[in-house]
C-alpha cells in the first residue's frame, strides 16, 4: 500500500481521513512514499521536514496561493496545491461584491437615512478579470446570464487570444496590455497569483486608469495592491470603490483606514471559509491519493519555475 505522511502534527484529522478514502496507509515521515502538508503558514516548517526527509516523490500543499511556499520547490518531486479546488465559493463572493459595489448596497448600508437613487447595472456591463485560473472561469460561469463582455488579463495568452481561448470571455489579453484594457472596466477583477512581477500590480498609475465610477475586487492576494494607493484614490473619489477579501497588511488592523471608507467593504478572507474548505480540499486530497497509488497524473500541478 502507498504511504503518506501528513504534516505537521497539529494537522487535523479529516486530513488523514481524506489520504486514507484515497486507499493510502498513514506513515512517519521516514517511510512515507509522499507528503500532504496542512499548514498554510508553515512554510518554514515544511522547509525543516524536507531536509530532513527528502525522499517524498509528491508533496501536497493547502491553498492555491503558494507564495510563502515557494522557497522550497523543486523539480526533484512532483508538487500539487489547492488551485482550482475553491474556486466556486470564491467566484460566488465575487458576484455578490460585483452587486453590492456597481448597484451601491454597499454604500446603502453604510447610512441611517432615506438617500438619493445611486448604483448602476451589472447586466451588460464590462468586467476585466486579471488571472486565468480556476476563480475566473467559475467566474465567467456565474456572469454568463449577466449577457457582461468580459476581458481576461492572463500570463498565458497562448497562439489564439480571443474567444476560442477561454468560453464565455470576449478577449484574452497578456499583461502587457493591462494598461490598454482598464479603462474599459465598469469593474476591475483580481483572481491572479502572487508573484514578483504581480506584487504591486494596481498602484496609484492603474487606478487612475480606471473608471471614475468602476469598482476594484480583489479575491487574490492583498499584495496585488499598493494599499496606501488605494486608500488615496477611495478617499478622493477617483474610483467607483473597492470590495476586498485579502489586504496588505492581513489581518487588517483595526485602525487602518480602509475601515472607515463608505466605498470600501473589507472582509476577512472568507471566499472559502473553513466550512467550505474542509470537504473541498478532502476531495482533493482523496483524488490526488488515488492517482498517486495508481501512477497517474495529479491535479493541481505546480509549475515550480513560475511559482503557482
Not at 477561454?166 to 476591475?188: F, I, K, N, W
Not at 473597492?242 to 467593504?265: M, S
Request: neutral net charge; hydrophobic residues 45%; proline residues 6%.
Amino acid at each position: 500500500m502507498t504511504r503518506v505522511a501528513v504534516g505537521p502534527t497539529t494537522t487535523p484529522e479529516w486530513l488523514r481521513a481524506a489520504v486514507r478514502a484515497g486507499g493510502c496507509e498513514i506513515a512517519d515521515y521516514g517511510d512515507a512514499d509522499a507528503l500532504v502538508w496542512g499548514d498554510p503558514h508553515g512554510a518554514d516548517a515544511l522547509g525543516a521536514v524536507m531536509r530532513e526527509h527528502g525522499h517524498f516523490r509528491w508533496v501536497q500543499l493547502p491553498f492555491a496561493g503558494i507564495e510563502n511556499f515557494v522557497p522550497h520547490l523543486d523539480t526533484r518531486r512532483v508538487w500539487t496545491s489547492g488551485k482550482g479546488v475553491y474556486a466556486e465559493p470564491v467566484a460566488e463572493l465575487c458576484m455578490a461584491f460585483l452587486l453590492g459595489g456597481l448597484r451601491h448596497v454597499i454604500g446603502y448600508s453604510r447610512v441611517q437615512e432615506w438617500t438619493r437613487d445611486h448604483g448602476r447595472y451589472l447586466l451588460g456591463g464590462d468586467i476585466v478579470i486579471v488571472g486565468g485560473g480556476g476563480i475566473t472561469a467559475s467566474l465567467v460561469r456565474m456572469l454568463k446570464g449577466f449577457n457582461t463582455r468580459i476581458t481576461v488579463v492572463r500570463k498565458r495568452v497562448g497562439a489564439s487570444a480571443g474567444a476560442a481561448a477561454m468560453p464565455g470571455v470576449a478577449r484574452v489579453v497578456g499583461p502587457g496590455e493591462l494598461h490598454a484594457v482598464l479603462p474599459t472596466g465598469d469593474a476591475v477583477v483580481l483572481a491572479c497569483a502572487l508573484t514578483p512581477e504581480t506584487a504591486g500590480l494596481i498602484s496609484s498609475r492603474e487606478l487612475a486608469l480606471m473608471k471614475s465610477d468602476a469598482w476594484l475586487v480583489n479575491v487574490g492576494r492583498g499584495r496585488l495592491i499598493v494599499t496606501d494607493h488605494l486608500v488615496d484614490a477611495l478617499r478622493e473619489r477617483r474610483i467607483g470603490g473597492a470590495t476586498l477579501d485579502v489586504t496588505d497588511p492581513e489581518p487588517l488592523p483595526k485602525d487602518h483606514p480602509l475601515w472607515t471608507l463608505d466605498n470600501c467593504l473589507v472582509t476577512p478572507h472568507i471566499g472559502n471559509t473553513r466550512a467550505m474548505a474542509v470537504p473541498l480540499l478532502s476531495q482533493r486530497i482523496t483524488t490526488n491519493c488515488e492517482l498517486f497509488a495508481a501512477g497517474q497524473p495529479l491535479v493541481g500541478v505546480v509549475d515550480v519555475a513560475l511559482g503557482y
